[in-house]
């Protein structure tokens, strides 16, 4: 979809049915980004929100010029781009600095490769420097300072080299709550100033305040592959105050279309899927039962973003288990409110052989990949199956590394089930001989 600007200044970056796929072990097409659309203008913060694997870094790292899209087009000021981006500068998550070289040395590296001569780069890299307040620490080595301090010799490296596009790959998430607020109320009062040296920020983020505490417009994009699925205006003038209805507001509905199915391409009822459209979610049982048992603390209806609060979870972190709970049929989500079924308040609350054997009809049922392998036992001479088998199907449709998880998840949920076991040693799976009395019963609580 295209990102309509709220903005009307120059046209800095303009992005144009950009797609990017990487060819898989097995010669498959695995595809990161379909048809984005963007502009990035002068004068404004971009945030790109979205969940792990949505392939914002990947965007980002387009914008940079530091690969090239499969299609589409990226022009910056007018001219396509074949290359680095002359334009931009970005700033890591991991800092990225030489531990060999000083402060100011680390600030002046990207001077250094554009030739600029020693006492501009000197003078510059002072300047960086003061702005980013760590004067007095231009002979420190990068061991020597805190991982905020160390962010700032980030900070001030990009904006040395006066950028228009200011690119940061989620910055702020390395570091302790306090110091991540710190740098971010100061990149606010910095982007204020009249002599800030650059026109535009774009930062990618999964932290959903963070991104209405920025920015101008948040791009939301949706995963596998990864699409902008909506644009959210923030027209409010900085400072912003967390508190504010209006900002309470807006992040629950930010959190709606994270969750929310209405902006996404409709998914294959988990009971119907196969393990390639409906993978499972990264969760552990316990993980997604203790989520579970929150909706359920909650009255069976609960705000997502209120439980990460008092859990001092991001809400990304807990998506995966929102997930997998409503695969399994233990939560519905309206809304952006995470609301408990029957069967979830059945699960909850039933002794532990009780709940696990709802969670085995359940996982039998409507987790695909659980589904698969137990169909597979079933059909073999003696209930047993190497996992190499099921590695193999999985790899026509997901990464060596991401089948390699998908196979791990699903014996997890399925020796927890006692559904069948897993014998690392002869790399087979074998079907319990109890789980029998599931075996082709569609319980009232499957469908």
């Not at 003038?237 to 992040?251: G, I, N, S």
């Not at 709970?325 to 002794?351: N, Q, R, W």
């Amino acid at each position: 979809m295209t990102a309509n600007t709220t903005t009307t200044g120059e046209v800095l970056l303009d992005i144009a049915d950009v797609g990017k796929h990487f060819t898989g072990a097995a010669g498959d097409d695995l595809r990161v980004l379909d048809g984005i659309d963007l502009q990035l203008r002068s004068g404004e913060i971009v945030a790109l929100l979205g969940r792990s694997g949505s392939g914002k870094s990947t965007l980002l790292r387009i914008i940079a010029g530091l690969i090239a899209p499969s299609s589409g087009s990226v022009r910056y000021r007018g001219r396509e781009l074949n290359g680095a981006n002359p334009g931009a500068a970005l700033v890591f998550q991991s800092f990225a600095l030489m531990p060999w070289l000083s402060v100011q040395d680390n600030v002046e590296l990207g001077l250094a490769a554009r030739n600029v001569p020693p006492a501009e780069r000197h003078r510059r890299a002072l300047a960086a420097i003061d702005m980013i307040g760590l004067d007095g620490f231009e002979s420190a080595y990068p061991k020597e300072l805190s991982g905020g301090m160390r962010q700032r010799v980030g900070f001030a490296r990009a904006l040395v080299l006066e950028p228009d596009l200011l690119l940061m790959d989620e910055p702020f998430s390395a570091l302790d709550v306090l110091t991540a607020e710190n740098l971010r109320t100061e990149l606010v009062n910095l982007w204020g100033t009249d002599d800030f040296p650059t026109k535009s920020i774009c930062v990618v983020t999964h932290n959903i305040e963070e991104a209405v505490q920025l920015a101008d417009r948040v791009l939301v994009l949706g995963s596998n592959p990864g699409r902008i699925i909506a644009e959210v205006a923030v027209p409010q003038t900085r400072p912003r105050d967390r508190r504010a209805p209006w900002f309470e507001a807006l992040v629950d509905q930010i959190y709606g279309l994270l969750t929310g199915r209405d902006t996404q391409p409709a998914a294959p009822a988990p009971d119907l899927a196969t393990p390639t459209a409906r993978p499972l979610p990264e969760a552990t049982v316990g993980g997604l039962a203790g989520l579970v048992e929150l909706v359920y603390a909650n009255g069976g209806r609960a705000d997502l973003p209120d439980i990460a609060d008092e859990l001092n979870f991001e809400i990304d972190d807990l998506l995966p288990l929102v997930d997998a709970a409503a695969m399994l049929g233990f939560i519905t989500v309206e809304s952006g409110d995470l609301i408990l079924t029957e069967i979830g308040g059945a699960f909850v609350t039933a002794d532990i052989q009780e709940s696990k054997q709802i969670f085995a009809e359940q996982a039998r049922h409507r987790a695909p990949l659980v589904r698969t392998i137990c169909k597979g036992l079933a059909g073999s001479k003696d209930g047993s199956l190497r996992a190499g088998f099921f590695l193999d199907l999985l790899r026509r449709g997901f990464s060596p590394e991401d089948a390699r998880r998908q196979l791990d998840l699903a014996i997890d949920w399925g020796r927890y089930a006692e559904l069948y076991d897993y014998d690392t040693d002869s790399d087979q799976i074998t079907a319990d001989p109890a789980a029998n009395v599931f075996e082709g019963v569609r319980g009232k609580w499957a469908s």
